[in-house]
């Protein structure tokens, strides 16, 4: 991968990241207050909600750093190291553990009756995205472990 691409691919992740802490200190916490003052029954869900947002954000943000990581692992061409298994594993837990914070929000809207069917869908579609994404890693994992394998088979070679 050219030097150039890596160092784009990583200015874009560090705007993601700030755009990210942005929404997760302000914008979340605006957004559920305005909520809860528009809606007073459902204000009990304020906190709960902050909360579930700010922890899938962080899911958001440490998928991002393992991202830029292994961007790092492919500039010093040192991709199929041990060391890239341990941040792929973190890309699939924080996609996992996003996916789990989803499944949960659409379980506690409808059990209060807040669930709209346009949340109801958009819920059900994270969910089916977090799974292939899942899918996704674990497959890609596979080939890291399938090549890392061929690299260490041919270097015995040489």
């Known amino acids: ?3 150039i691409t890596i160092l784009t691919l990583k200015s874009l992740i560090a ?3 700030a755009l ?3 929404t997760q200190l302000v914008v979340v ?3 559920a207050a305005e909520t809860a003052e528009r809606l007073p029954p459902l204000a009990f869900l304020q906190w709960p909600g902050v909360i579930a947002a700010a922890v899938f954000v962080l899911c ?5 750093v393992c991202v830029w990581r ?17 941040y792929v594993d973190v890309i699939l837990g924080a996609i996992i553990v996003a996916t789990l914070i ?12 807040a669930a709209s069917p346009s949340i109801a869908l958009l819920c059900l579609l994270g969910i089916v995205i977090g799974a ?11 080939l890291l472990r399938q090549a890392s394998q061929l690299e260490s088979d041919l270097a015995e070679v040489v």
């Not at 958001?60 to 991002?64: C, E, F, N, V």
């Not at 492919?74 to 060391?83: A, H, P």
């Not at 989803?102 to 009756?113: D, H, I, K, M």
């Open 70 to 86: 292994l961007l790092t692992f492919v500039g010093e061409g040192i991709i199929f190291n041990v060391k890239a298994f341990a």
């Open 1 to 3: 991968m050219h030097r």
């Open 20 to 22: 990210l802490a942005l």
């Open 15 to 17: 705007v993601l990241l």
């Open 132 to 142: 292939v994404l899942a899918l996704l890693v674990v497959v890609l994992r596979g």
């Open 102 to 113: 989803v499944v949960a929000t659409l379980g506690l809207l409808t059990t209060v009756g």
């Open 29 to 31: 916490p605006v957004i």
């Open 60 to 64: 958001l943000q440490a998928a991002l």
